[in-house]
């Protein structure tokens, strides 16, 4: 879908009740999915408009059911409006608008936040942790059923298995063959990958709500005291394990280098972020029961190797889920996974022996 022009996004941003008239709006964010803009009125107060990818997301009003349900269930809990995010609503009521230039929806800007790409200080990822902990066990009483799953089986890897062979047997862009390593590398940890869905489904892991998208970049902290401010990105909060949620900040903070470096010998597990991130959770979320504990690292080496999996089959079937920005970016992600999930197993008793320490 082409972007609407300056003129036609004005025309979107008048369906919402804006308390003034807009006097800007730029793009905003490094996020893969939606399409994000800052909003500014003419009193100098800030919105965030997002276009919500119809191309990831299949029943959008089920998903803006899911983020009205959560966000008013946690702003009962939270009196501070910035710990919460908040819908501003169209005209007519609605939490979201159908255009001809696709879905959208308004956000109150939460002031006095900043959004980090890569923590500047090991206490920056502590307060993450504690973010995400304290959004996990504020939804632990949640009535779990009423949530719509906004992307089937999300994080269901057999079916990520199962997704990557098809892709590998069409190869519609004929890029099959030069990612042989990769496939093999993938491939050779298949039944290892699958134990946490396993455990899910025999009952030996519980499921929660969880957020399924735990990246730095997807919490706010304080601007002045850097303390946790508000979880955002909520669009695929679902049932689902806590300690993929766990694992995939893990994936994103703990590593040494970005997620789509190139050099590769750079990136790694920094063990003394992946103790403060376990440190953070387990503080803020007391409630994990002994398996979720014991398979934290194991979250963390699933969800990773997920994540390469997923921007490889991305790649391989010609860019259309992930926005990319250079040549073969998804499978330079994929590399900068896989070599992540490496030096996971490197580090494996490690990881375990932290998380035993941290849980004292
Ligand atoms: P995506 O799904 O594309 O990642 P996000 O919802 O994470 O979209 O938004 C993209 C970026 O916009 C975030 O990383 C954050 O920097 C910023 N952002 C989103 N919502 C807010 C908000 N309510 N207040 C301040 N910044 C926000
Ligand atoms: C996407 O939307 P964003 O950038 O926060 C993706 C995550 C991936 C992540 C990899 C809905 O997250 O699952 O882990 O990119 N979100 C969706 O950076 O697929
Ligand atoms: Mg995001």
Not at 36 to 54: H, P, W
Not at 154 to 169: D, G
């Amino acid at each position: 879908m082409n972007a609407p022009t300056d003129q036609q996004m004005l025309e979107i941003l008048s369906l919402f009740a804006l308390e003034g008239p807009v006097v800007s709006c730029e793009p905003y964010g490094s996020g893969h999915i939606n399409t994000t803009r800052m909003v500014t009125d003419a009193a100098g107060k800030r919105y965030i408009l997002q276009r919500i990818s119809e191309n990831v997301f299949k029943d959008i009003p089920a998903l803006m059911e899911n983020i009205q349900m959560v966000t008013d269930y946690l702003r009962r809990q939270n009196p501070d409006q910035r710990r919460v995010l908040s819908l501003v609503p169209a005209k007519d009521g609605s939490s979201y608008v159908r255009t001809p230039w696709g879905y959208w929806r308004v956000y109150h800007f939460v002031e006095g936040s900043i959004c980090l790409q890569q923590p500047e200080t090991p206490r920056d990822f502590y307060e993450s942790a504690i973010a995400f902990g304290r959004f996990q066990q504020e939804l632990a009483h949640f009535p779990v059923e009423q949530l719509h799953e906004t992307i089937p089986d999300f994080h269901h890897v057999p079916h990520r298995y199962q997704r990557l062979r098809q892709v590998l047997q069409q190869d519609p862009m004929g890029r099959a063959s030069q990612v042989q390593e990769e496939v093999d590398f993938i491939l050779a940890r298949e039944q290892e990958m699958g134990t946490a869905q396993r455990m899910l489904e025999s009952g030996q892991l519980p499921v929660r709500v969880t957020h399924n998208d735990t990246k730095l970049n997807n919490v706010l902290l304080d601007a002045a005291t850097r303390k946790a401010l508000c979880v955002i990105d909520l669009d695929t909060v679902m049932p689902g394990l806590s300690i993929f949620d766990f694992g995939d900040s893990i994936r994103f903070g703990a590593a040494t280098a970005p997620e789509d470096t190139t050099e590769l010998e750079k990136q790694s597990l920094d063990l003394e972020r992946f103790r403060v991130y376990t440190r953070g959770y387990l503080r803020s979320c007391p409630d994990l029961t002994e398996t979720e504990l014991e398979m934290l690292p194991m979250g963390a080496r699933t969800i990773t190797l997920e994540c390469g999996m997923r921007f490889l089959t991305d790649y391989l079937d010609g860019d259309h889920y992930f926005a990319v920005h250079r040549p073969q970016h998804n499978l330079i992600r994929c590399r900068s996974q896989l070599q992540l999930v490496r030096d996971m197993e490197r580090k494996w008793q490690d990881m375990h022996q932290i998380v035993q320490e941290e849980h004292l």
